[in-house]
């Protein structure tokens, strides 16, 4: 019998191959490893980026030691991803949506969120989440990527207004093995979402590593999977985070799409301070990331600018921590909400199948107040 | 006016209030060309775009997040879920989101969303199509859980949810879906929410219902209706919030009450009218409040269906006991 005829179509072939880009423009010693960005060349906007981190660590301190003194309730620090969070907060336009997750203050305050709001919250009020600043941007978070969902619906309500705008979702590594977080991706690719989604990975949910929460090479590859491109950064390196994040941005805005951006990092604190890191992490690995941390890294690379030395740094320094002091006060000022206020804003209006339970509230409060 | 059934009702309603209102949005799994499933949706993709009645993916808890996070822009989606048995992962978002976002932010953003699903039994459907879990929305804070027995209500109650500045439950009783044509006004008229509706006066005995087992407790206070009893007949339709008045001042008047519900029997939201009753009108019932509800068993599939499912004959035999006892 001849052999059948072959033809060239026939054999095996790539149908479709991808690779993951990582972007660093800084190494850990403020050294420059590649042609820089514009604004690395900007000493004005790098010090004010760095105020910001700056800001946000003595944020940060002074929220762990009053959650220390019994004045604040369990807190999660930024430690050590402060770069990622005020690349964020700094690129974006007043006009786009954060869908936040809950430790990215350094966003949240260049969003116009103010401290004595963040404290608010962790503190144990609602008003906390009633933003001043930026009205549309959705409040923290707590079920980790139940947020992600919502920045799809964010992001689908600004393309069907047709509106130049952009939403941003931040979240965990851990958050990338949810569903949620699946899903949106899957719907961004399919509706070309004006939406960009930042992962801040920092090696650890609670205490789950990377390596345990996945076999995937990179988080970045899973946009991949959902049709869109996903690409790694240093997120200790502000400039690369910033770079990235800004080309991301603009492609959104102009029509583009999606793109996820995957920040390296660490978590240099407890996952929170109800957490204690020391049960399932060595000190070495700790130390040993110290070494990279964001803040160092762009003082560095300032001070190799000639645009920073040590007076300008404690000039900063006490500027931060008169501001943050100052939200303090008004935090500890705030007097708590009415308890009644449980009741307002449940809907609209509220229910007379609800008004006695209101009634019963005021009068237990009456009967409190008599004896 | 025109005949309308049930899910008829549900299409005019939608189309009504896309025609009305530009932030009125429709999303879900096959809602667009086909239509949706059962076609409630049908025609409206032709008629208002592509952007406006939107096929998703195939994932729940995107349809409900997506829904929330368009709903605090402003817009006001109306998600269907294509059946209630699939609904369970977007409870996530409705129960930590939908419900609470304006209550976590005082009132700075809010979620005017519906979130529509299909639901019980009585159709032959498939495993996981035919149950009904109304009650577990019912627990909820700051939900509304509306629930229609008939063209009329669906359509006037659907377009007051969806006016409804809150997140709203939608639930659609499909057997019900075909069963009987009504005349239906389409000039945009909403029903209120928050009220229950007395459909039958009556003096011995209130029967309170939802959905499609209305058809039944109608049914039933027909035949009983013959041997003399007087059965006032009452619809929840809005489970969250509960307008317990209305039933409160038809049992002062009768002074006994069944309740009937295809769920399951324990922690139904039966158990809450029940509850509401002892607490509220104890000195005005004459007997115990009765329940006819399903079996606390998992639906079975639909070769066993029937005996799931609560009768006519069940309705009656508890208004009996009820008229006899003391
Ligand atoms: C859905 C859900 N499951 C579990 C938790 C409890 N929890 C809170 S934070 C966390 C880890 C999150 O890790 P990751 O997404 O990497 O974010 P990170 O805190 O490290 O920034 C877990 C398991 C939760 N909040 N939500
Ligand atoms: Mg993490």
Redesign the interface.
């Known amino acids: 019998m001849p052999a059948p005829k072959r033809n060239k179509e026939d054999k095996r072939k790539t149908v479709a191959s991808f690779d993951i880009r990582y972007t660093r423009y800084i190494d850990k010693d403020g050294q420059v490893v590649g042609v820089l960005p514009d604004v690395a060349k900007d000493p004005d906007a790098l010090i004010s980026l760095y105020r910001a981190m700056v800001l946000n660590r003595v944020f940060d301190q002074k929220a762990i030691a009053l959650q220390r003194t019994g004045n604040l309730g369990t807190y999660a620090s930024s430690l050590g991803q402060e770069a990622v969070f005020v690349a964020v907060g700094a690129v974006m336009k007043q006009q786009d ?1 954060l ?1 936040p997750y809950y430790r990215e203050y350094g966003a949240q305050l260049l969003r116009g969120v103010t401290m004595t709001e963040l404290l608010l919250y962790w503190g144990g009020d ?2 906390g ?3 001043a600043g930026p ?2 941007d ?2 923290i978070c707590v ?1 980790i990527a ?1 947020q ?11 393309k ?1 207004r047709r509106e130049p705008r952009v ?1 941003v979702t931040m979240f965990g590594d851990g958050a990338t093995s949810k ?2 977080f699946y ?2 991706a ?2 961004a690719g ?1 509706w070309n979402l004006p939406l960009v989604f930042v992962v801040n990975n920092n090696q650890w949910a609670i205490s789950v590593s990377v390596a345990e929460q996945t076999h995937c090479k990179t988080l970045a590859q899973k946009a991949i999977a959902a049709g869109f491109p996903g690409e790694q950064v240093d997120g200790n390196d502000i400039i690369a985070v910033f770079d990235r994040f800004s080309a991301a941005m603009e492609k959104a805005r102009n029509g583009g799409g999606p793109t996820l951006i995957e920040a390296i990092t660490y978590r240099l604190s407890d996952h929170t301070t109800a957490d204690d890191a020391s049960r399932y992490r060595g000190d070495e690995d700790l130390s040993a990331n110290w070494e990279n941390e964001p803040l160092k890294r762009l003082r560095q690379y300032l001070i190799g600018m000639e645009c920073w030395d040590q007076r300008r740094e404690e000039q900063l320094r006490k500027s931060c921590e008169l501001e943050v002091e100052q939200a303090i006060h008004a935090y500890l000022d705030t007097p708590p909400a009415a308890p009644e ?2 009741f ?5 209006n509220l ?4 008004t006695s339970q209101r009634e019963d509230l005021s009068r237990r409060l009456k009967d409190r107040c008599q004896s | 006016m025109p005949e309308l059934t049930l899910i008829e009702a549900v299409n005019k309603a939608l189309a009504f209030a896309l025609a009305a209102d530009d932030n009125v ?1 429709i999303l879900g799994e096959d809602v667009g060309v086909n239509g949706g499933v059962f076609r409630a949706t049908v025609g409206l993709q032709e008629r208002f775009g592509a ?1 406006r009645v939107l096929d ?2 195939l ?1 729940e ?2 349809i ?12 006001r ?1 109306v998600a269907e879920i294509q059946f209630m048995g699939f609904i369970y ?1 977007a409870v ?2 409705i129960l ?2 939908a419900s609470r976002l ?9 979620c005017p969303m519906v979130l529509r699903a299909p639901y019980g039994g009585g159709i032959h459907a498939p495993e996981h199509h035919s149950e009904s879990y109304e009650a577990m929305f019912a627990h909820i ?2 939900l ?1 859980v509306v629930i229609p027995s008939s063209p009329a209500q669906a359509y006037g109650l659907l377009l007051a949810s969806i006016n409804d ?2 997140p709203v439950v939608f639930l659609e009783p499909k057997r019900i879906y075909r069963l009987v044509k009504q005349e239906v006004g389409d000039n945009g008229d909403t029903l209120p929410l ?1 009220t229950c509706y007395t459909l039958r006066e009556g003096s011995d005995v209130t029967l309170v219902s939802w959905g499609a087992m209305l058809h039944e407790t109608q049914q039933a206070a027909e035949q009983v209706a013959n041997d003399g009893i007087s059965a006032e007949v009452i619809d929840v339709a809005t489970l969250k ?5 209305t039933i409160l001042d038809s049992v002062s008047k009768t002074g006994r009450c069944v309740i009937v519900h295809e769920a399951a029997r324990t922690a139904g939201f039966g158990a809450e009218i029940a509850a509401q009753l002892s607490e509220h009108g104890l000195l005005s019932l004459l007997a115990p409040v009765k329940r006819v509800a399903g079996y606390d068993t998992v639906m079975p599939l639909y070769r066993l269906e029937e005996y799931y499912m609560p009768g006519v004959d069940q309705i009656t035999a508890a208004v009996r006991e009820v008229l006899e006892f003391g």
């Open positions: 949506v869908v609602e008003r989440m009633d933003y009205r549309e959705l409040p079920p139940s992600i969902p919502q920045a799809a619906g964010v992001a689908l309500a600004m069907y939403a569903g949620d899903e949106s899957n719907a399919a206020s449980m307002e804003y449940l809907y609209a229910p007379a199948a609800l | 949005v952007e998703t993916p994932a808890t995107l409900a997040g997506v829904a929330v996070g368009m709903a605090s822009q402003g817009l989606p992962s996530d978002q930590n989101h304006r209550n976590r932010t005082r009132g700075r953003l809010s804070p700051g509304r500045p809150d928050d919030p509960l307008d317990m008045h």
